[in-house]
C-alpha cells in the first residue's frame, strides 16, 4: 500500500524535560494531558503505520508564557534537542524549530540559529501568540525574514484568546478556528502575498479553511483585498481561488470523507500533506483516521502525492 513511503509533516515531540515543565504549570494541551513520549516511542509508531520520515515540532503552547528571556532560553534548548534527534536518524526525522513570539527580536535571533547551524527543516508557528495573530504588522521582520529564506513555515494552532467553554476540548473546535483565523489574517493583511517566499502549512486541512473558502473570498472582495492574480485573470472567482491556493495543508485528524472533499476543492491538489498529529493523537485515532483516507476514493497519483511526493518537494533530503 502507498502508506509504506508516507512522510508524515505533523508529528510532535514532547521531549521529558519539556513535558516536566509543563506539567509543573498546569498546562493541557488542547484540553488533554501532555502525552508520553520518546524518540523509540516515535519510531515504532512510525514503522507500525508505514510512515518513512516524520518532521517533528513542538505542539502548543510552545515556549512563550509571558517571560520572554525565559521563551528564550526554552526555544533554545527545544531546538537543540530536537536537532541531536534529527543527527541521530537523519533519513526517519526532520523537525520544525521553535521559536519566541511574540517577542519578535527573539524569534529572528533562534530562527537563524536553527536555520543555519541547526539546519532546522522549517519553522512553527503557533497561529496565534499572545492573542495576535501571523498577520500582525509587529510579526512582518520575522515574515520578511522566513521570506527571503523561501522557509517552510508550519502552522499550528493553540489556544484562542477567549476563555473555552466548559466540558468541550479545546482541540475539537477551538483549534481548527485559531487556524482559521491566521489565515486570514494573513490574506487580509496582504502578508500572504507580500511575502509569498513562505511556504505555509496549515494544521489539520487548514481547519475551516475550505468550508468556508467562498465566505473568505467574499471577504476578501468586500475589504477590497489586493489579489494580484486579478491583474491576469478573467475570471474573478479563480483568482481569489488561487489566493487560498497558496497554502500547503496537511490532512492530520482530517483525511476523512467529511472533509476531503472541500479540501480538495480548495487546495493545490500538490500543497497537500500526510499528517498524523502523534502523539497528541494517539494510535488508536490514527489509525482510524489513516483507514478513512485509505478507503477514500482518490486517483493513485495523487494519493501518492499526498503520502510522500508532495513532502519531498518541501524537503528534498528526505526523498526516497
Do not use: C
Not at 19 to 28: D, F, H, I, P, T
Not at 225 to 242: E, N, R
Amino acid at each position: 500500500m502507498s502508506r509504506a513511503h508516507r512522510i508524515d509533516t505533523h508529528q510532535h515531540l514532547v521531549p521529558p524535560k519539556y513535558a516536566e515543565w509543563l506539567n509543573s504549570k498546569g498546562v493541557r494541551p488542547g484540553g488533554i494531558d501532555v502525552p508520553n513520549w520518546s524518540e523509540s516511542m516515535a519510531l515504532d509508531f512510525m514503522d507500525r503505520r508505514g510512515i518513512r520520515a516524520g518532521l517533528l515540532s513542538l505542539s502548543t503552547p510552545g515556549v512563550y508564557f509571558g517571560d520572554a528571556a525565559e521563551a528564550r532560553k526554552w526555544s533554545r534548548e527545544m531546538n537543540e534537542y530536537s536537532a541531536d534527534v534529527v543527527r541521530r536518524n537523519p533519513d526517519r526525522f526532520g523537525f520544525f524549530a521553535t521559536l519566541t513570539l511574540p517577542d519578535v527580536e527573539g524569534a529572528l535571533a533562534e530562527a537563524e540559529y536553527a536555520l543555519d547551524t541547526l539546519h532546522a527543516d522549517g519553522i512553527v508557528l503557533l497561529a496565534n501568540n499572545d492573542g495576535r495573530y501571523l498577520g500582525d504588522p509587529e510579526f512582518e521582520p520575522l515574515l520578511q525574514f522566513l521570506h527571503d529564506r523561501q522557509a517552510v513555515v508550519f502552522v499550528h494552532p493553540g489556544e484562542l484568546p477567549a476563555a473555552p467553554v466548559p466540558g468541550i476540548p479545546t482541540f475539537a473546535a477551538d483549534f481548527l478556528l485559531d487556524t482559521t483565523r491566521t489565515a486570514i489574517s494573513l490574506i487580509l493583511s496582504g502578508r500572504l502575498s507580500k511575502y509569498s517566499g513562505i511556504k505555509f502549512v496549515l494544521a489539520h486541512a487548514g481547519g475551516f479553511v475550505p468550508y468556508i473558502a467562498y465566505r473568505v473570498k467574499l471577504v476578501m472582495f468586500a475589504t477590497n483585498t489586493v489579489v494580484p492574480q486579478l491583474d491576469d485573470s478573467d475570471d474573478p472567482v479563480a483568482a481569489y481561488k488561487a489566493v487560498l491556493r497558496q497554502f500547503y495543508y496537511d490532512i492530520a485528524l482530517s483525511g476523512t470523507p467529511a472533509a476531503l472533499p472541500s479540501l480538495l476543492a480548495v487546495a493545490d491538489p500538490s500543497h497537500i500533506t500526510y499528517g498524523s498529529d502523534f502523539p497528541f493523537a494517539p494510535e488508536a485515532a490514527v489509525a482510524f483516521i489513516d483507514n478513512e483516507y485509505e478507503h477514500y476514493p482518490l486517483e493513485e497519483a495523487l494519493r501518492t502525492a499526498i503520502d510522500h511526493g508532495n513532502s519531498e518537494a518541501l524537503f528534498p533530503r528526505l526523498k526516497f
